[in-house]
């Protein structure tokens, strides 16, 4: 990632285009931010989940029960490490998840919000 605050402002962009656009079914109960690697660098993406259960992070391997249309492709400095990016877009997302209009869409509230790499660890945001 060359300039974080590049970054989170195209996150900033992103999140809204996909809470505006985006109208996840009520029985969502909890969200997780994937990442996933791509010849680009890395792809985030928002999914929502109806199984949750906050003890054991396995309902997130299940396949998810809404995919939002739009991804955010990230791209990767040759030769940075993977835990870079996840840590970048942990703050990032934490910051932009307690912003308007973020903070007023499916995603606000008490709902649960995870990121993580695809087979790896999750992170609660919030």
């Known amino acids: 990632m060359e300039n974080a605050e590049a970054f989170r402002s195209e ?3 992103w999140l809204n285009d996909v809470v505006a ?5 009520e029985e969502i109960i909890a969200f997780r931010f994937g990442l996933g690697e791509v010849e680009e660098g890395y792809v985030l ?6 199984n949750y259960n906050e003890t054991d992070d396995e309902w997130a391997a299940f396949p998810p029960e809404f995919i939002a249309q739009k991804e955010l492709i990230i791209s990767a ?9 996840i840590l970048e877009v942990i703050y990032s997302l934490g910051r932009t ?9 499916f995603l606000g509230g008490n709902i649960p919000v995870y990121t993580g790499f695809e087979s790896g660890d999750l992170y609660r945001l919030k």
């Open 21 to 25: 656009d985006e109208n996840p079914a």
């Open 45 to 50: 993406y928002l999914a929502g989940s109806k």
């Open 97 to 105: 998840l307690r912003k308007s209009p973020i903070q007023d869409s």
């Open 11 to 13: 996150l900033e962009t």
């Open 77 to 85: 400095n040759e030769g940075e490490e993977w835990y870079w990016v």
